[in-house]
């Protein structure tokens, strides 16, 4: 009997060092999942601060794509604007070179014209010369006849002092006849 109370209280020290091994065990096993519940609950927070900076990054980048949007809707706006601008530039500039070629072409008809005056002027100063050399070779011509014409207005004038005084003297005979 005394070897199975011996038994016996082996078998309960057993039990009892078994059991404190398994309390031990036990208060690790807790202590190790309330250091991972720690760490999980510090990754957690950690993963929670992560989150909330990249929302703060993904709203930043939304307004930096709608920033991005208003400034690529005005860069277009502006290039519109310019494509418009160049356009018009474009159409003033042919019309002014349109303009420019007409004056060009006028001034050349002026400068044709210029010289087909000038051509006319030298013509006439041609004849002009030729007429004054025909007027001093004529000149003496003409006061000879000037002369001649002188001479026949005096005859012309004494025939009609004549004929006036026949006239009388027809008149007085045919007065002296009655």
Not at 59 to 84: C, G, I, P, T, Y
Not at 126 to 155: G, Y
């Amino acid at each position: 009997m005394k070897d199975t109370a011996s038994e016996e209280a082996a078998r309960m020290e057993e039990a009892g060092s078994t059991a404190l091994r398994d309390e031990v065990a036990a208060e690790k096993a807790q202590e190790a999942a309330r250091v991972q519940v720690s760490e999980a609950e510090q990754a957690l927070e950690q993963a929670v601060r992560e989150l909330e900076i990249a929302k703060q990054k993904l709203r930043e980048s939304k307004r930096a794509v709608v920033s991005s949007r208003e400034d690529m809707n005005k860069a277009d706006r502006e290039l519109m604007e310019l494509r418009d601008r160049c356009e018009r530039t474009k159409r003033y500039s042919a019309i002014s070179q349109e303009r420019l070629n007409d004056s060009i072409r006028k001034l050349r008809a002026r400068e044709e014209s210029r010289e087909q005056v000038r051509e006319e002027l030298r013509r006439l100063d041609i004849e002009r010369r030729s007429l004054l050399e025909q007027t001093d070779s004529l000149r003496p011509k003409l006061k000879i006849t000037r002369e001649k014409i002188s001479a026949l207005e005096k005859r012309s004038a004494e025939l009609s002092e004549l004929e006036a005084a026949l006239r009388q003297e027809e008149q007085d005979q045919l007065k002296g006849r009655k």
